[in-house]
């Protein structure tokens, strides 16, 4: 009876002492990965600001064409935002999403652009951008985001909001 009567305290021992440190330790560590989740979401926000509705760019260009080389310059210059600003894009994360992959790329050149034959509205254009990574991100569920170093072919669709003021609708790899 005596040796029960051990075990229980001992039981009780660790219930009342023993669980709450416990609890304690995997509840601090959670609010800490918390934590860190915040801090990686605050950094990409900070490393591509959104565009307010002032800095986009609406300047009437000469032609679509030189509309679609304007925006692959700002990505091969490094002007994320001004890239961003000057898509059709409205929701925050989805611009997000575009900062981090348009800073993926260390070079963005323009090789190739032509009218699209399929697209009778002018508004599609088929593209050759020769691109290098800075970081090959092949763990991802689509791997460097769909882009591989060298020479991708996509085709960049406009929206036209009159006046001479366009907007990239899509990127896509096919028409």
Same mark, same amino acid.
């Given at each position: 009876? /005596?040796?029960?009567?051990?075990?229980?305290?001992f039981?009780?021992l660790?219930?009342?002492?023993?669980?709450?440190?416990?609890?304690?330790?995997? +509840?601090?560590?959670?609010?800490?990965?918390?934590?860190?989740?915040?801090? =990686?979401?605050?950094?990409?926000? !900070?490393?591509?600001?959104?565009?307010?509705?002032?800095? +986009?760019?609406?300047?009437?260009? +000469?032609?679509?064409?030189?509309?679609?080389?304007?925006?692959?310059?700002?990505?091969?210059? /490094?002007?994320?935002?001004? $890239?961003?600003?000057?898509?059709?894009?409205?929701?925050?994360? $989805?611009?997000? =999403?575009?900062?981090?992959?348009?800073?993926?790329?260390?070079?963005?050149?323009?090789?190739? =652009?032509?009218?699209?034959?399929?697209?009778?509205?002018?508004?599609?254009?088929?593209?050759?951008? !020769?691109?290098?990574?800075?970081?090959?991100? $092949?763990?991802?569920? =689509?791997?460097?985001? /769909?882009?591989?170093? /060298?020479?991708?072919?996509?085709?960049?669709?406009?929206?036209?909001?009159?006046?001479?003021?366009?907007?990239?609708?899509?990127?896509?790899?096919?028409?």
């Amino acid at each position: 009876m /005596g040796r029960v009567i051990k075990v229980l305290f001992f039981y009780i021992l660790i219930l009342v002492f023993v669980v709450p440190i416990l609890v304690l330790f995997f +509840l601090g560590n959670l609010s800490r990965k918390d934590n860190q989740k915040q801090d =990686i979401s605050v950094s990409i926000s !900070e490393t591509t600001p959104t565009p307010k509705p002032q800095e +986009l760019e609406t300047t009437p260009f +000469l032609s679509k064409e030189d509309f679609v080389r304007k925006f692959c310059n700002f990505i091969d210059e /490094g002007k994320i935002v001004e $890239a961003i600003g000057m898509m059709d894009v409205q929701e925050e994360t $989805a611009k997000q =999403i575009w900062g981090v992959v348009f800073n993926n790329f260390s070079s963005f050149k323009l090789t190739k =652009i032509k009218e699209s034959s399929l697209d009778k509205s002018g508004n599609s254009f088929e593209v050759e951008i !020769e691109v290098s990574l800075k970081k090959n991100l $092949a763990d991802l569920p =689509i791997p460097n985001y /769909g882009w591989e170093n /060298g020479v991708n072919k996509r085709w960049i669709n406009l929206v036209d909001f009159g006046g001479g003021v366009y907007k990239i609708k899509e990127i896509s790899t096919g028409p």
